[in-house]
């Protein structure tokens, strides 16, 4: 335990289990004073399993996946530890016994349930961070074969990237300032992940994670396996410690396996499955009725797919209400248990029911409230929580819901703290750059007082000057970006794809994200109109030089916006021309750019370096916006296939809308950078006199003005 990056639960482990193991053998034979003298060491054996894994490298620990398990692990600690605790009193003695040790045994099964689950997210996201050392080559002929489809991106990208100072490299290095998961703020939001399929040999660890392994493979869906042939190669001691943590993760879940498998139920059929949901072949949920997708959320079945929560709360406005999904919640709280179940674990099902049903509520108020649509549910969601969940919930666990809702109450605009957490889990996990320049250009003076027409680039041609340029077109672009949210502008652009009647927030948005797109595209044409003007095929060459060390200084500090309006006007050959004459090195930066920003794989790149979440980002909107769009083709509402006539919410529809908007709040992490008013004045100034005419207008007049420039280049 005292290793700064590795859970060393291989020997530890069954020695924290044992406790736990007599503590319910005392708890099933009512032996009171056994329970009493056992539970600390339950207690301290526990948080000290959970404390181990804030030892996982930094980027399992931050995945919002990662977090939203934690989160479920928390509340369910906070249950049983709100039972236990009764026994630190001597004189404590429940009104009903059996009753008292059967609620303690049920909420420690949860939270061992869901401790097993967050190990479980952990190998995932460790097998998604790296994949495991080559199997050794006499394994090879026992190697299961592969299921999930090669991954057809360019095995040559990641080394065309070296000059982009690595930013889809992400690090496996543990901080140990960090407040333990037990003590630090939870965090609700979930995320997809995306698993690599790997071979594995039959013998070793397969054979003992078998039956898990085979069952992860059924559940998760197939086309999200991928193979990255373009994995970075690190240091041998490295992939040496990865596989050492990955086998320890991997027995640790085999050990806790035998001692509450079998105590929840991962699936209870509902008599109306067969009609009210569909999963593809992969078992992933596509087709779902708004009452069996609220069924299917709140049951221990849906804990493979990590973005429906987000799924559900981001997009449930575009088929149903606040009301109806309020009066679902509330139906399937009340919910009866099926007959079949005996007393216990009828029991142990409801009050994990109730659980689910608290938090998913307490998720929609805290992160994705929207007073101006949900108010209508708060009057009724308040009286349920003082009806309901205060009396059938302990109270450490049903205040988080009240005093959640108490917040809202007392603000007037109250909306969910989506983004900020999402940013403070950044900020969190990156260190804060500020970026300062220095550097004056000799026109200070003239660009003080607002003379800009004499103003041109040369005068900031220096390593010094670019830098200076890149920090407060940042700092511009920023300010343009944080002023909408995401989940405001995708409403925007699904209205726009499908006509729909706009409301007040996505018309808002609108004008803001046109504004922030519109200076981007403006960008763009001021680089080309720089270009085209050039007299001589070397001055030409020599602007060319100039944006692309702009564009890659942008790229440096996760300026997409800025990185791909510059180089994407270097890369438009039917106006730039032939860019044989540059030099090696602005050719190698053109070329990682291209790469980079490619779409023959739908720029995977650009969107694996925003998902990484590693500070301050300015994205270029062209990826979401086709990915929202795109989508908005499919149908809302389709018929079940095996029972036509049927219409269910298309869950197909909404999953790429989830993953966009994500992407969109990880950019709202700030920028600190000091702003040059001057610098960005002229900017703005020159920026947006391209914005006085058409697009295709402008096409036509740097068309005439590349001609005329080449031809008085040749009467030269």
């Known amino acids: 335990m005292l290793f700064l990056n590795t859970p060393h639960f291989r020997r530890t482990l069954p020695a924290f289990l044992d406790p736990i193991r007599f503590f319910r053998e005392a708890a099933d034979a009512q032996d009171f004073s056994s329970m009493r003298s056992l539970y600390r060491d339950v207690v301290n054996n526990l948080t000290t399993v959970i404390h181990s894994m804030s030892r996982l490298p930094v980027d399992v620990r931050n995945a919002s996946s990662y977090k939203s398990a934690e989160h479920g692990v928390r509340i369910d600690r906070l249950l049983f530890m709100s039972h236990v605790e009764l026994l630190e009193d001597k004189d404590f003695e429940p009104d009903c016994r059996k009753q008292y040790i059967q609620a303690t045994l049920q909420s420690l099964n949860a939270f061992m349930s869901g401790l097993k689950g967050l190990m479980q997210l952990a190998e995932r996201e460790m097998r998604q961070l790296k994949p495991l050392p080559d199997l050794p080559e006499e394994c090879e002929e026992d190697a299961e074969p592969e299921t999930a489809e090669s991954n057809t991106d360019q095995p040559h990208e990641a080394s065309q990237t070296s000059l982009l100072s690595g930013d889809t490299c992400q690090s496996n290095e543990g901080s140990s300032t960090e407040r333990t998961c037990v003590e630090e703020a939870s965090d609700e939001l979930g995320a997809l992940v995306e698993p690599q399929a790997i071979k594995r040999s039959k013998r070793g660890l397969t054979s003992v994670l078998k039956p898990i392994s085979v069952g992860l493979r059924r559940k998760i869906s197939q086309p999200f396996l991928k193979v990255d042939n373009a994995a970075p190669v690190e240091k041998l001691t490295t992939r040496t410690w990865h596989a050492r943590a990955t086998e ?416 969109m709040e990880i950019c709202h992490t700030p920028y600190h950078i000091q702003r040059v008013d001057y610098v960005c004045q002229w900017m703005e100034e020159v920026i947006c006199s391209y914005l006085n005419r058409p697009e295709a207008e402008w096409d036509d007049i740097l068309y005439e003005k590349r001609y005329d420039s080449v031809f008085c280049s040749r009467r030269l």
């Not at 708004?290 to 406005?317: Q, W």
């Not at 109730?354 to 938090?359: L, N």
């Not at 990484?612 to 083709?633: A, E, H, M, N, Y």
């Not at 809302?636 to 993953?659: F, M, Q, S, W």
């Open 248 to 663: 320890n993760i991997r027995n640790s879940i085999a050990l806790f396996s035998e001692i509450f498998d079998g105590m929840l139920e991962n699936s209870l059929p509902h008599p109306d499955d067969s009609t009210e949901l569909f999963f593809d072949r992969n078992g992933v949920l596509q087709l779902a009725s708004l009452k069996g997708l609220v069924r299917y959320l709140t049951s221990a079945a849906s804990d493979d797919d990590l973005e429906l929560p987000d799924v559900f709360f981001l997009c449930f406005r575009y088929f149903s209400t606040p009301s109806l999904v309020l009066e679902a919640f509330i139906e399937r709280y009340k919910e009866d248990v099926p007959n079949s179940l005996s007393p216990e674990q009828a029991s142990l099902q409801s009050m994990h029911v109730k659980m689910r049903v608290a938090r998913l509520l307490n998720q929609w108020v805290d992160l994705h409230w929207r007073h101006s649509e949900d108010h209508e549910v708060f009057t009724p969601l308040m009286q349920f929580a003082y009806s309901y969940l205060s009396f059938d919930i302990p109270r450490k666990v049903s205040s988080r819901l009240t005093e959640t809702l108490h917040t809202a109450a007392h603000s007037k605009e109250h909306k969910g703290r989506r983004i900020e957490k999402t940013v403070q889990l950044i900020q969190d996990s990156s260190p804060v750059e500020e970026f300062f320049s220095s550097w004056e250009p000799r026109v200070k003076k003239a660009m003080v007082k607002g003379e800009f027409a004499n103003i041109n680039l040369s005068n900031f041609a220096s390593p010094r000057g670019i830098e200076l340029l890149t920090h407060q077109l940042t700092a511009l672009l920023w300010e343009k970006y944080q002023e909408f949210q995401p989940e405001d502008a995708a409403r925007f652009w699904v209205e726009e794809a499908t006509g729909m009647s706009t409301c007040g927030d996505s018309t808002d948005a609108g004008t803001k994200v046109t504004t922030y797109a519109s200076f981007e595209k403006a960008l763009h044409l001021w680089a080309l109109d720089v270009i085209v003007s050039a007299q001589s095929m070397e001055e030409r060459i020599e602007k060319v030089h100039f944006f692309l060390e702009w564009a890659q200084q942008c790229h440096i500090i996760r300026n997409y916006a800025g990185s791909w309006a510059l180089f994407s006007a270097c890369d438009r050959q039917s106006l730039v021309g032939s860019l044989l004459n540059i030099d090696a090195r602005h050719e190698e930066i053109l070329v990682s750019l291209r790469v980079f920003f490619s779409h023959t794989n739908r720029m995977k790149a650009y969107k694996d370096a925003i998902q990484s979440g590693q500070g301050p980002t300015l994205p270029t909107l062209v990826l979401f916006v086709g990915d929202i769009k795109r989508q908005c083709g499919n149908e809302e509402c389709v018929d079940h296939p095996n029972a036509p006539g049927h219409k269910l919410i298309n869950l197909r529809r909404y999953r790429p809308l989830t993953r966009a908007i994500r992407d």
